[in-house]
Structures are given as C-alpha cells and as structure tokens.
C-alpha cells in the first residue's frame, strides 16, 4: 500500500487558525504580536519567503514589518537596527532572514538579537536551552517536522529516528526535539560509511542535507515515517526535496511532499514562536 500523505499545507491552515485566535484575544488585551523582518541582499527566494511570512502574519492579526536592505549594508548598521528592535514594545520576534551577503557574519547578527526576540530560535542560548531542556524557542523547521510527525498519531517513546544532516538549523535541533520526545536518535552525515544500514532500522527518518535523491525507496524500512526537509530544484527545475519520493512513497508509511511539507510548516512556528514571545 502507498504511504499516506503528511499534508503540511493542510496542518498549517488548522495551526494557523488556532494561532489568529490566541492573537485575536492577545491584542484585545492591548498586546498585539510583532514579528519584524529584516531582509539583506537580493536573493530571489529569500524575497518569496519574507513576502509569505510578512502575509501569514497579516492573516494571523499579527503587526510585522519588512525591512529590506541593499546587499552592500554595513555589517554595523544591521547590528544598530537590531538594537534598536530589541527595545521597541511593539515587536515580540526578530527575524533576520538567511542566508546573508557574505561580508555580513551571521553569528554576530544571530547573537545580537534578544534572546527574548530570537523567534527563529538560532542563539547559542536559545540552542543551549534546547539542550538543557528549558523553555525556549526552537528552531522553526525542526518545530515544524515534530508537529508533522505528532499529526499521523505516532508516539515517539521507544522508536528508532534516523536524522540526515547535522546543520546547527536543522539536523542539529531535530535530533534533540526526538531525543526529548523519547526516540532513540541517531544522527548520520557526510561521513556516515553506509546511510542505508541507518536508515533501514528506522521508524522515523528525517531527511535535510539539501541533495536530491539522498533517500531512496531501498533504504526505507516498510511502514515508516518519511519527513523531506529539502529544497531542490532538478534538472527541468522543478522543485523536490532530498527524497526520491516516487520510491520511498511505495515503502514508507506516511510521507511529506515537497512542495506542501516542510516549507509552510517552518513559517506557522514562526507564527506560533512570535505569539508565544508576546503571550510570554
Ligand atoms: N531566518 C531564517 N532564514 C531561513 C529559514 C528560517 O527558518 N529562518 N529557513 C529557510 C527558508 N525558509 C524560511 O525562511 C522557507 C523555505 C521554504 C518555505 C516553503 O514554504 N516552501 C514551499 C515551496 C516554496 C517554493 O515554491 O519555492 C514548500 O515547501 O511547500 C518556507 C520558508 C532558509 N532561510
């Protein structure tokens, strides 16, 4: 029988109408949730996602703001504009979209935002409380694929997760949402020897390495849950993730699409990340 589909699109639209109306009651309160985004540079996609996150706030009641800046901005200059968000009341999160200009570092812009604001949850503290356990934001895309997984009714407790990719955003973080959810993690790489003895004992595999076709239906153990964290385009330039989904839809369990998976899921816990910093 063919993997049931995880429709990310779909659980979006239910989180996204609870998310209006705590905001709703929020801002009757006299406290409306604020996202600002700040946008360096003229990359395509990056434009896509900021306009797509400042509309989903719209249609969330929340107030944002969008912030574009020329590729050639001063390193200085974002740190100073970050400081000033940092202490204006009206915005509860702060987000810098990725990736940056080269002469711009990332870590000092992540750094320099409030841990109180830091909604993509990308700090060193905030991925330190993560670790430890403790109340912080988690990162967007991670929050969103347990959510996803939680959505087909699977209880973690006990099962076997597999997370492709070790990136600090993702992979990273993924790991540790399974491990507090009770799975038993393992975490393989670039240089992992042999991917597909991993993976085959696997209940749940997350994939985000940003390569097409790194899992394919051979490598997936019968009636598991596939989650496809990637963003690539193939030849014909059509967008596809790093499954090879025509062949592990066959095997799995429940799989994500890409597009309609991951994507819209990382920016409603955007969402629910800036309403829990002004509910906070
Ligand atoms: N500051 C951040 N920068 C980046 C993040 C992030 O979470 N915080 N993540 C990615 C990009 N990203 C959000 O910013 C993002 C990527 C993809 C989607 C999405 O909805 N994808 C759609 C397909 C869209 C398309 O057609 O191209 C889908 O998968 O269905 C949303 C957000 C890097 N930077």
Redesign the pocket.
């Known amino acids: 029988m063919p993997a049931r589909l995880i429709n990310?699109?779909e659980l979006s639209k239910q989180i996204r109408s609870d998310i209006a109306l705590r905001a709703a009651e929020l801002t009757r309160q006299g406290k409306r949730p604020g996202l600002a985004v700040i946008l360096v540079g003229d990359d395509p996609?990056?434009h896509?996602?900021?306009r797509?996150?400042v509309k989903a706030c719209h249609d969330a009641g929340f107030h944002s703001v969008l912030e574009k800046y020329e590729a050639t901005m001063a390193e200085a200059e974002l740190l100073a504009r970050i400081d000033q968000l940092n202490h204006d009341p009206a915005i509860h999160g702060i987000?810098?979209?990725?990736?940056l200009p080269r002469h711009i570092d990332p870590h000092k812009v992540i750094e320099a935002i409030s841990t109180r604001k830091d909604v993509?949850g990308?700090s060193v503290l905030s991925a330190g409380e993560l670790m430890a356990g403790l109340d912080g934001f988690r990162?967007?895309?991670p929050y969103g694929c347990m959510k996803l997984i939680e959505s087909t009714g699977c209880d973690l407790r006990g099962k076997h997760a597999v997370v492709i990719g070790r990136s600090n955003?993702v992979g990273k973080p993924m790991a540790l949402l399974l491990l507090q959810a009770n799975a038993t993690v393992t975490i393989c790489h670039s240089a992992t020897p042999d991917l597909a003895y991993h993976t085959r004992q696997a209940d749940v595999v997350v994939a985000a390495v940003g390569r097409r076709n790194t899992l394919t239906g051979d490598m997936v153990k019968p009636g598991a849950i596939v989650i496809d964290v990637g963003?690539n385009r193939n030849e014909e330039g059509k967008?596809c993730?790093d499954v090879d989904f025509d062949s592990v839809s066959q095997v799995a369990g429940w799989i994500t699409?890409?597009?309609?998976?991951?994507?819209?899921?990382?920016?409603t816990m955007?969402l629910a990340n800036t309403l829990e910093s002004a509910e906070r």
């Open positions: 990310g699109n996609a990056s896509v996602y900021v797509n996150k987000l810098v979209q990725m990736p993509d990308y990162p967007c895309t955003t963003i967008l993730g699409p890409v597009p309609g998976g991951v994507g819209p899921m990382t920016i955007l």
